[in-house]
């Protein structure tokens, strides 16, 4: 049974950074490319940006370009995501995604940046 639990968000003031984590068990890992979208309450969800099987080649969305780093560990079956330099805008609740099939979702984690 596929499983995706993302944890690490919080409060956060503006500036500051976090680091959200994906945890995967019950597929290859290793095998996907595995994305991370967030979405704000009465708006579409959005890709924030994706990482390629092997962590080789990463994707980003022109809004968090710069500021948002993703990563993964094969090893630990684990996706990352750096933030830095939030922005108010950032506020979401952040989701991770298996990239195949139909795609898999996490249940998502909270991320607020308030002053």
């Known amino acids: 049974q596929v499983q995706l639990v993302e944890s690490g968000g919080g409060l956060v003031r503006p500036g500051g950074s976090l680091r959200l984590s994906c945890a995967a068990t019950g597929f290859g890992f290793s095998l996907y490319r595995m994305s991370w979208y967030r979405q704000v309450p009465g708006k579409e969800r959005e890709l924030v940006g994706g990482i390629s099987s092997a962590g080789s080649t990463t994707n980003y969305a022109n809004s968090v370009k710069g500021r948002f780093t993703i990563s993964r560990d094969n090893a630990k079956k684990t996706m990352y995501l750096q933030m830095n330099n939030l922005k108010r805008e950032d506020t979401a609740v952040y989701y991770c995604?298996?990239?195949?099939?139909?795609?898999?979702w996490g249940k998502g984690t909270l991320v607020t940046v308030s002053s």
């Open positions: 995604k298996a990239e195949f099939d139909m795609g898999y």
